[in-house]
């Protein structure tokens, strides 16, 4: 489970980062990327959304379940200072773990992000 403190909870903030932040595109995911507001930056912060057009909502959940796990296992790598949103795309669901992960650790380097 990902740690509170790296969760983005509130939907102002999730709203500022799809529309304000950077986008990053991969053919089984999306993420986007906006700087923290002033005093927030000890730590990154993510947020996980996955639409209807993925599945139904036990899809949904498992491949946000999949998605948080794999940044909780690189928390360590990721820089801090930044919201995060990643959107789950419908070729998600044939997606392994391994690729899912080396998906997401590629939209992190591309981002600059990743130690």
Known sequence: MLPSPYRLRHSD???RVR????????PLLVLFIDAQPQGLSSVSR????AGRHV??????NRAKRRLREIVHQHLGKIEPGHDCLFVARQPI???DYVELEHAMLQLLTRAGILR
């Open 13 to 15: 903030d999730i709203v």
């Open 19 to 26: 529309q304000g932040g950077k986008r990053w595109p991969h």
């Open 46 to 49: 993510f947020a996980f959304a």
């Open 55 to 60: 599945g139904k909502a036990t899809v949904r």
């Open 93 to 95: 669901l044939l997606a």
